[in-house]
């Protein structure tokens, strides 16, 4: 796991990101979802890393989803 977090949708689009070959951009999204966060996990991620994003809608405020963030592990 990489990060959990609450976010809303239109403040932090993470579903947009889909397997970018740009390594800034993927570096961005990474700090990103580490800094929004809402535990230290303590992983190590990389570029090269592919990532599954799980989203469910978190009925304590409105349009706030739950989202969890894994990397694949080989």
Known sequence: IVSVMQ???EDFPY????NSDNERESNSFI????G?????TNTDVKFSDKF???????????NERMVIVAKRVK
Do not use: E, G
């Open 36 to 40: 929004l966060s809402r535990y230290n």
């Open 15 to 18: 579903h947009t990101f889909i």
């Open 31 to 34: 700090n990103d979802i580490k």
């Open 52 to 62: 599954l994003i799980l989203s469910t809608c978190s009925y304590n405020v409105k």
């Open 7 to 9: 976010v809303k949708a």
